[in-house]
């Protein structure tokens, strides 16, 4: 027992039912009844036609088991080096204490105002009344963290639709 589809409504045709066409560059056209027949002779759209199944597939009509299984897609994180800086050195930045990092801070404020001061009394013509050498960073060894994993990409589920 084979059953066949209609050309038209994309429903099925069980046998004993439906009409064949074979158009004259030898295309065979099935149609489960005479109202699809009639519509396909008129050119109407099967898309713009309600009750047809390219319809309902276009229009997402009746597939609520299937928006049970649907994920939402999730971004997958990706760290990369930035000009200037290699991805060890952003690691090792990121891992170290805010006390370290405030410290090294403040530091290179007082390195650029020194400067800015050195620079502004060479134009007036005057010397430095005492340049203080900048104090050193206490620096705790650590050990960096691990980067974290990358997830991969789930395949796909479902066909071309």
Same mark, same amino acid.
Request: charged share 35%.
């Given at each position: ?11 099925k ?8 066409l ?11 009844n005479?109202?699809c ?8 759209n ?11 597939r276009?229009? &997402?009509? $009746?597939?609520?088991?299937? !928006?049970?299984?649907?994920?939402t897609?999730?971004? %997958? +994180?990706f /760290? ?5 800086a290699?991805l060890?050195?952003?690691l ?6 805010p006390?370290?990092?405030?410290a ?6 007082r ?6 001061r050195?620079?502004?009394?060479? &134009?007036s $013509?005057?010397?430095?009344? !005492?340049?203080l050498p900048?104090?050193?960073?206490? %620096? +705790?060894i /650590?050990k ?16 071309k639709?």
């Amino acid at each position: 027992m084979k059953i066949e589809l209609c050309v038209y409504s994309g429903l099925k045709i069980y046998p004993g039912h439906g009409k064949r066409l074979v158009k004259t560059d030898g295309k065979t056209l099935i149609f489960l009844n005479r109202k699809c027949e009639r519509s396909h002779m008129m050119k109407r759209n099967p898309r713009k036609i309600t009750w047809t199944v390219l319809y309902r597939r276009k229009h &997402k009509k $009746g597939i609520e088991e299937e !928006s049970k299984k649907k994920r939402t897609k999730r971004n %997958t +994180k990706f /760290q990369r080096a930035v000009i200037g800086a290699t991805l060890q050195d952003i690691l090792a930045k990121r891992n170290q204490n805010p006390e370290v990092r405030k410290a090294q801070r403040e530091q290179a404020i007082r390195i650029a105002k020194e400067r800015s001061r050195l620079g502004k009394s060479a &134009k007036s $013509g005057k010397k430095p009344s !005492s340049v203080l050498p900048p104090k050193p960073i206490p %620096t +705790k060894i /650590q050990k960096p963290k691990a980067p974290k994993p990358v997830l991969a990409k789930a395949p796909r589920v479902g066909g071309k639709r």
